[in-house]
């Protein structure tokens, strides 16, 4: 597990802003956001909180490229957003890895030059050394979202959004894959939008916590607590956590 | 399964027997089978001109293998089987996949196709002979109707049921549609593709031998019609028996195809590998 928080030399570090303006977004007559308003720091971690049909998951679609705004601007790294951007990476829900594939084939499932050797890379930092043969099949549920981290993870990419990648998992693989992300997120500095339902979880991993209620940002929230934050509950971090369930 | 592995030592030993036990399992009924038939032939419990015993149908294989009209009958068959599965399997393919893929293609043709599967395939011989004649191309053609269906109806199926999550994820990914079709689609469609051509297998015989009955100088449908004029009896038996072996080597071909081409699938791993 160490040897995942070491950065190697030549590796680029660092994260782009996302920034949405006045964007609003409806689909057929409802509409999910309204005149909303965020920006993220280059390498900020952000978590975005909410219960659901909040528009959590439509502001992980707009920021991703999949959706396009009905109305303002999205902007990644200050360039409008059009269409689907190989800098920005998303980590479903389940993890989507392709049964007909070997791990490592599904971790360089865009077959770029020297994928292979890159996969086998990214799966030691995800701490699946030597897994890359295996069918996706034998690895379990916790396993198979670090495959699918390490996919997400091995183009470099300048952003990643998580849309509850650890709601399905048990507790203490939970537990395991909130300190395998935040130890890749210190090592490599990208920008990360975590959107959960597990305050704990917002708490435990993000520099701030937003609060989502009928498309509006209803708390915006520093966390300003020292890393690696420990898994049992700080009496600030269980202050903050009553902060934020208020206000969802 | 050797000779020199029952011969092994001890524990291993037992452990080879059982498993010798397992693969001659399936044999045990039909050889049991032949043994009472045999008796009953030989002890003219039975009319040996309509049942004649299974040493008599050994007998009239062998001495068809010498002359070789056995091997003449069963190339000529397979022939038109294999020629007859390559268009009717090939069409059904590139159909289904133009239908799952493209909604157009399914509104244009889906519907017609459906209305053509329903009518029995066998019924359209009186036209057939009309358009062809006796000739080779109508047997061809009634194989060709005989495997298209399973074929088209199998990969459209298995084109359409692909996980929807899956295309999303490729196309997030930056695979565009030419390596989502090779790396996503075609191998998710493949699991009911391979049903349909096992059906089609079967289809494809039943067509053929029907085929060759009724109008034919030349293949396995021709041969037992043949000896059926001459009441032998023996190569009627012998020609269903090798039909019977052509089924089983068919099946076991595609078998052979799912095993190595769905390795990635629970259903064909090894026991006792869970998820560590």
């Known amino acids: 597990m160490s040897a995942l928080l070491e950065t190697r030399e030549g590796e680029v570090t660092g994260g782009l802003s996302v920034s949405l303006s006045g964007v609003s977004k409806s689909f057929g007559e409802t509409s999910v956001l309204r005149g909303f308003d965020l920006k993220v720091r280059p390498g900020e971690f952000l978590a975005v909180v909410g219960r659901s049909g909040g528009g959590k998951s439509t502001l992980l679609r707009l920021a991703s490229g999949l959706d396009r705004p009905s109305g303002g601007r999205v902007e990644i790294g200050g360039r409008p957003v059009a269409g689907l951007n190989p800098a920005v990476r998303l980590l479903f829900q389940e993890a989507r890895l392709v049964p007909w594939q070997s791990v490592a084939q599904n971790v360089g499932i865009a077959r770029g030059p020297g994928w292979r050797a890159a996969a086998e890379r990214a799966l030691a930092d995800v701490g699946l050394d030597g897994r890359g043969g295996e069918w996706p099949s034998v690895l379990s549920g916790g396993q198979k979202q670090r495959v699918a981290l390490a996919r997400a993870l091995v183009s470099r990419p300048g952003i990643l959004l998580l849309d509850e990648p650890f709601g399905a998992l048990d507790a203490l693989t939970r537990i395991e894959m909130h300190r395998l992300l935040d130890g890749i997120w ?8 975590l959107i959960t339902h597990d305050v704990a979880e917002a708490v435990a991993l993000a520099d701030r916590v937003i609060v989502l209620r009928e498309g509006r940002i209803a708390l915006d929230v520093e966390v300003e607590l020292e890393r690696p934050r420990a898994e049992l509950a700080d009496p600030r971090a269980a202050e903050l956590q009553k902060r934020i369930l208020a206000a969802v | 399964m050797s000779i020199g592995a029952l011969t092994g030592a001890g524990a291993r030993h037992r452990v080879d027997l059982a498993s010798v036990g397992r693969a001659l399992a399936p044999w045990a009924l039909p050889i049991v089978l032949l043994i009472a038939w045999e008796i009953a032939a030989r002890a003219g419990l039975v009319n040996a001109r309509l049942l004649p015993a299974p040493s008599a149908v050994a007998l009239a294989g062998w001495r068809s293998l010498l002359d070789g009209t056995l091997v003449a009958n069963v190339l000529a068959s397979g022939q038109r089987a294999l020629v007859g599965l390559a268009i009717g399997g090939g069409l059904g393919f590139v159909l289904g996949l133009a239908t799952g893929l493209w909604r157009p293609a399914e509104t244009l043709l889906d519907s017609t196709v459906q209305m053509v599967r329903n009518v029995p395939h066998l019924a359209l011989i009186p036209l057939v002979i009309l358009w062809f004649g006796i000739g080779e191309t109508a047997k061809i053609f009634l194989v060709v109707l005989g495997v298209f269906f399973p074929i088209y109806i199998n ?7 692909v996980d929807r999550q899956l295309v999303e994820m490729a196309e997030v990914y930056g695979l565009d549609a030419r390596a989502r079709l090779w790396r996503i689609v075609l191998p998710g469609a493949l699991p009911s593709i391979l049903v349909g051509l096992r059906y089609a297998l079967g289809l494809m015989w039943l067509t053929l031998i029907v085929a060759e009955t009724i109008s034919a100088s030349s293949g396995l449908g021709y041969m037992t019609m043949n000896a059926r004029e ?16 052509l089924g089983k080597l068919a099946d076991a071909a595609t078998r052979a195809v799912e095993r190595r081409a769905l390795a990635w699938h629970p259903a064909w791993q090894p026991s006792g590998e869970e998820s560590r």
Not at chain 1, 186 to 193: D, K, N, S, Y
């Open chain 2, 155 to 161: 990969t459209f199926h298995g084109v359409r049921t």
């Open chain 1, 186 to 193: 210190r090592a490599r500095g990208f920008t990360t939008i």
């Open chain 2, 230 to 245: 001459f009441f032998q009896t023996d190569v009627v038996i012998l020609g269903i028996l090798v039909y019977a072996l």
